[in-house]
């Protein structure tokens, strides 16, 4: 057995867009019909873009990460917050939920960090100007 750890299943090298969409629904466990119907577009929308066929726009691509618990750029390049490739190990699902549920909050807690980050500027523009 080789040791897979090192790889990264979903680069560009790897991997389409489509195939990393398709990674991060399954992983999730959900259908296409599924992921489609949370996204508000047709299944066969969605079957075009896990087929490379087709893009999302930029709003249905983040509403893509959202719900896939994935990050943007890992969707577009395979780099970045995703999940991990493929592995021999037979992880139950318990500990699946556990992982994903922990990727949820990484990437929660990523945003609040970006959104207090945006809040100090203003509030570092609001003190400045009430200053003058």
């Known amino acids: 057995m080789t040791d897979t750890s090192d790889v990264n299943w979903y680069s560009n ?6 195939d990393r969409i398709a ?3 399954e992983g999730q466990g959900l259908s296409q019909k599924d992921l ?4 508000g577009v047709a299944t066969k929308t969605l079957d075009g873009w896990e087929n ?3 893009e999302p726009r930029a709003n ?3 509403m893509l990460a959202g719900l896939l618990n994935v990050s943007m750029p890992w969707l577009l390049t395979g780099e970045g917050d995703g999940p991990d490739g493929p592995s021999d190990s037979g992880e139950p699902l ?5 992982m994903a549920e922990m990727r949820m909050l990484r990437t929660q807690m990523s ?3 970006d959104r207090i980050g945006v809040l100090e500027k203003r509030l570092r523009t609001a003190v400045a100007d009430s200053a003058a």
């Not at 090298?13 to 489509?18: H, I, K, N």
């Not at 489609?36 to 996204?39: T, Y």
């Not at 318990?94 to 556990?98: A, I, P, Q, S, T």
């Open 13 to 18: 090298d790897a991997a389409t867009f489509g």
């Open 52 to 54: 490379d066929l087709s």
């Open 23 to 25: 990674a991060a629904r």
């Open 60 to 62: 249905r691509l983040q």
């Open 36 to 39: 489609a119907k949370k996204l």
């Open 111 to 113: 945003q609040a960090a």
């Open 94 to 98: 318990e500990l699946r939920e556990v």
